[in-house]
């Protein structure tokens, strides 16, 4: 079975100041690595992958995660944030073979203050 | 734009009384999934389907149900809601394998009087 700790329920920051978010994940096999983004009322949406390969990922917005198999964790950060990335972010896990069903972290509230 | 719709966005039951939420995709996914979320918690899964085939969670309460007449529709019954079952409902799809993560629909409020 897999399990994914966050272990920030929160983080403030100041806008344009660096974050991280972070991400601990158990399994027994391989999995695949996701970080999801939702806001007030609204469903979850993909922010970024981790399947293969290279072990930084980045998304479309700036945000960045680092998969490191040693440490079973799976960070995710941005060098820079902004008022509108104020946001419920959720890291998940999946088995990559024989399966898809994804479990997700409890999720870090990201509040970004001016 | 191909798409995970939930209806409706906001939905309020009487305790005790059936509630049907539904969701509809037009992403051709063979794996669709109801979540249920309570405030600050993570999405819990409730069941997924497999094209027909039903996966219903070990600890998902019997009150809860199910229905997928077709690819792109699937409905989730409460039998007979509860204070307790007060949550946001979230609808998933995926491609098997999950290689390109989850769709989500923008979910479903219910509160139960």
């Known amino acids: 079975a897999q399990s994914v700790t966050q272990l920030d329920s929160q983080v403030p920051v100041f806008e344009e100041a660096p974050v991280e978010l972070r991400c601990n994940y158990s399994?027994?096999?391989?999995?695949?690595l996701f970080w999801y983004v939702q806001y007030p009322n609204q469903g979850l949406q993909l922010l970024l992958k981790y399947l293969s390969g290279s072990t930084l990922v980045e998304s479309i917005n700036g945000f960045e995660a680092e998969f490191n198999k040693s440490q079973t964790s799976f960070h995710l950060r941005k060098p820079s944030v902004h008022i509108s990335d104020t946001a419920e972010y959720f890291c998940a896990v999946s088995r990559n073979t024989g399966g898809f069903k994804t479990i997700f972290g409890a999720g870090t509230r990201l509040f970004v203050k001016a | 734009d191909a798409m995970v719709i939930q209806n409706p966005r906001y939905q309020v039951t009487q305790f005790g009384k059936p509630v049907t939420l539904s969701c509809s995709q037009t992403l051709n996914h063979n794996v669709m999934y109801w979540y249920q979320q309570k405030s600050s918690q993570a999405p819990k899964l409730l069941f997924h389907?497999?094209?027909?085939?039903?996966?219903n969670e070990a600890d998902t309460p019997d009150n809860f149900q199910s229905r997928r007449p077709n690819t792109s529709f699937c409905f989730l019954d409460i039998r007979s809601p509860g204070l307790g079952d007060a949550a946001m409902y979230l609808c998933?799809?995926?491609?098997?394998?999950?290689?390109?993560?989850?769709?989500f629909g923008s979910g479903t409020r219910l509160t139960v009087v």
């Open positions: 389907y497999y094209d027909k085939d039903f996966n």
């Open positions: 998933a799809t995926s491609r098997e394998g999950n290689e390109d993560g989850y769709t």
């Open positions: 399994s027994s096999v391989s999995v695949y």
